[in-house]
């Protein structure tokens, strides 16, 4: 008897082992999944990123896109403080369309310095304010990504301000432009719009002219220069 008793209890404690084993091996595989779902939430969040960022990078943009694009937050520039006014100097946002208020901290923005949308930017349309009346040497140059560049303000532009715009498509700096220096367009460009103020246009502005058009007012330099230079015109 003793030794039935003793071979039921030895069978309990191997049941007992067992099903702490199975429940050891539940807990287990459910910190796994739990680990697993997390790792592949991650990873699909990454990918996600990822494919956003692929996307932006190789997605074209519209002029209707900067026009209607929502002005930039204050808070994604660093600016010098002149006073009463101060200079973009730096960009930190993610946003490749940028749209500069005229004002921050209540101050007018009248410039933009230490080339933060030239060098390989990542910015592919920009909108700058009435209060920007220059756009300095080299500002958007050697960017690659840059397509559309809208103005109101701007009356003159620098030296090498759009060299090496590889991607550039459109340009309308406003009407109260009247000065180019020695600024020289890629042949990707497809429209400019020249103001009745500039009376001076170097000849090797545009290169790539069969598919360029300049337009302008009627009986303006921008229409003589158009003809003379066989670029197609359209009056505005």
């Not at 010098?80 to 200079?87: A, I, L, M, Y």
Request: charged share 25%; net charge negative.
């Amino acid at each position: 008897m003793k030794k039935i008793m003793a071979i039921i209890a030895s069978m309990a404690v191997m049941m007992s082992f067992a099903a702490c084993g199975d429940k050891n091996d539940t807990s287990i595989d459910t910190e796994n999944t739990a680990v697993s779902t997390a790792v592949d939430t991650a990873e699909g969040e990454e990918t996600n990123n990822d494919d956003g960022v692929s996307v932006t990078d190789s997605a074209e943009i519209t002029v209707d896109d900067v026009r209607n694009h929502a002005e930039t937050p204050a808070s994604d520039f660093e600016y010098v403080d002149h006073g009463d006014s101060v200079s973009i100097k730096a960009y930190n946002g993610s946003d490749p369309i940028v749209v500069i208020p005229e004002q921050i901290d209540g101050k007018d923005v009248i410039s933009i310095i230490d080339g933060p949308f030239n060098n390989d930017s990542f910015i592919k349309g920009i909108s700058l304010p009435a209060t920007i009346k220059e756009i300095g040497d080299s500002t958007f140059g050697l960017n690659d990504s840059l397509q559309v560049v809208l103005a109101s303000g701007v009356e003159t532009v620098g030296r090498a301000a759009f060299q090496h715009n590889d991607s550039l498509k459109y340009v309308d700096l406003g009407d109260n432009l009247k000065e180019f220096d020695d600024a020289y367009f890629s042949d990707t460009l497809e429209v400019i719009h020249i103001p009745e103020g500039v009376e001076n246009l170097d000849k090797v502005a545009f290169f790539g002219e069969d598919a360029l058009t300049i337009v302008g007012k009627a009986g303006s330099f921008a229409e003589t220069f158009a003809k003379e230079e066989g670029i197609n015109f359209e009056e505005e």
